[in-house]
């Protein structure tokens, strides 16, 4: 052997020793993702220094507060196939690299895709079809599909069906569903997730479970208590509901200065009582009609005629003065636009549209839950503390008939009976000056905390879906304190927290999905 050859066979050696020892796992995991699959991975995979990355990572970042200061993934996976999500959880748990899970990318706190340790996303974005079986009255909706998608794709095969989840139709069904899911059928059938028949989910060996290979422990777990605790969920069973081929919709509007006060109490005292078929959410909005003034929305939807929807208001709640002129009768698919405050006549498509803000929206969202009305002179104070922000709007959410009847322990969801309703604290904005990101994250705490006396409390319970990570959260994420996962887990799940904790030490007891406000294991 030539002293050449020799030592280009030592190199070689040397250089192929060197791989494989000083690679990072970030290389491991890449080397790993590729060998899993047989087909290329080029067009699967984002990594910083493809053009695409920020278009790709920004394409689902629903709130601006995280779009440029926070810390960027490894890559993100955006799976076009299930085996794709197998080899990403295989690969990244090998190399013990944290995963987050997008579908919609609507977390309040970013969690979706936000880290502050080093990260990979998978990007539920592409497995996003909505199948419906007339015949069972039942859909599969995969986690990445849009609830306009769903809604969009029920309405379109009949009038008379209909599902019983959010508001805002382009949150996607992976983080909805799995955080409960309400919107303005709760009265009637409950919660989203009191109507999820079945559900497929990678777990952390990359094994894809359904209902009966998951067991009844895990399945209900993740239909409240988080998804990402416990796996990527692929694909949810919905049970549809029947509702009439019209429903009515309303939003009547009056300022406070319209002697409203004595409307608002009378509110919080039958909206939880009235017929299951009937909810009317009230909004509080900060509005400039030549001077800034508080407005407030009562906005309604039936599940009847509006020949049926007068009398009934007329005799619970005659100081609304609801008229026929305020009603809208449609079917239920195009009530979903109403809703999000579309006008009458836009077309279905719509529902199908992508999530584009033409505005950059920055978002600080809370909850509470109030179980005893608030007096009149408070609920005036709130709204002169409302008028000196400049964008908080409160929304005040109805419970009672459905929610009462199921139990607290029947899904994660603890907030059923005992609630007159659910408040959500919603502030966005589009300054991005990061003095006024704090004066407003500021505002809205300084509403919180205003709320304190006339809320739930030991604990003040939360909404999980309405993220906040002010009421407790892990940072570095990459370890779960058990105290910490207290604080906020009784707000979450009350009573139900143990159990969550039960069947997280049972299916992932190494701790491999993990975040910030994570379920935690027991040791
Ligand atoms: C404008 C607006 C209106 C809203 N209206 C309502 C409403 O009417 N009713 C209501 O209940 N909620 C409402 N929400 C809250 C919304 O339901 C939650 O933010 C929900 O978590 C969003 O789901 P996502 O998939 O879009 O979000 P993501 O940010 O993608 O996910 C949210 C959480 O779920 C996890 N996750 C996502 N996909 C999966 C998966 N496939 N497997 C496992 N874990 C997963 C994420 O890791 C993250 O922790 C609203 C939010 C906004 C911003
Ligand atoms: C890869 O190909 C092999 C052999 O054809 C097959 O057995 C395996 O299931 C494939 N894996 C994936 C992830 O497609
Ligand atoms: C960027 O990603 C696209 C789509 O996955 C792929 O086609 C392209 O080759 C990638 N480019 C680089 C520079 O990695
Ligand atoms: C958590 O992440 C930090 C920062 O990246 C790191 O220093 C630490 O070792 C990690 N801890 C665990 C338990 O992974
Ligand atoms: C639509 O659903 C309703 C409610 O289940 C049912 O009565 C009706 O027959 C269905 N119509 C069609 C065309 O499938
Ligand atoms: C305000 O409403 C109350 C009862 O709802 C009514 O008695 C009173 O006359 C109203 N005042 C004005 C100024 O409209
Ligand atoms: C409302 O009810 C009252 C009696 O309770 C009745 O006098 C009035 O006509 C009703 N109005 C409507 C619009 O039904
Ligand atoms: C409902 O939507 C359909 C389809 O776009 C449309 O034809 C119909 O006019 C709409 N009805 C109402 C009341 O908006
Ligand atoms: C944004 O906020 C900053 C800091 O509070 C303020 O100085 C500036 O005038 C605001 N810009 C706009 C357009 O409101
Ligand atoms: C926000 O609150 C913190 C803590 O109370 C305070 O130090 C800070 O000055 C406030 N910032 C603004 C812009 O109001």
Redesign the pocket.
Known sequence: MGKLSFLFITLTIVMSISTTTSQSPFQNFLNCFSQSLNSSISDIIYTPNNISFSTILNMKIQNKRFKTTTPKPLAIITAKDDSHVQATIQCLKSNKIQIRIRSGGHDFEGFSYVSDVPFVIIDLLHLNSVDVNLQEETAWVESGATLGKLYYTIGKKNNSLAFPSGVCFSVGAGGHFSGGGYGNMMRKFGLSVDNIIDAKIVDVNGNILDRKSMGEDLFWAIRGGGGASYGVILSWKLKLVQVTSQVTVFNVKRNVNENVTDVVYKWQLIAPKLHKDLFIRLQFNVVHIGQKIVQVSFIGQFLGTIERLLPLVNESFPELGLKKSDCFSMPWVNSTLFWYDKPIGTPLEVLLDEPKDPQPTYIKGQSDYVKKPIPKEIIECIWELIIKGESLLMQWNPYGGRMEEILPSETPFPHRAGNLFLILYYNNWINESS?AI??H??FS?SVYEFMTPYVSNSPREAFLNYRDGDIGANHPSNVTKMDIARTYGSKFFKGNFERLVSVKTKVDPENFFRFEQSIPTRS
Do not use: I, T
């Open positions: 003095q704090e004066r994250v500021n705490r």
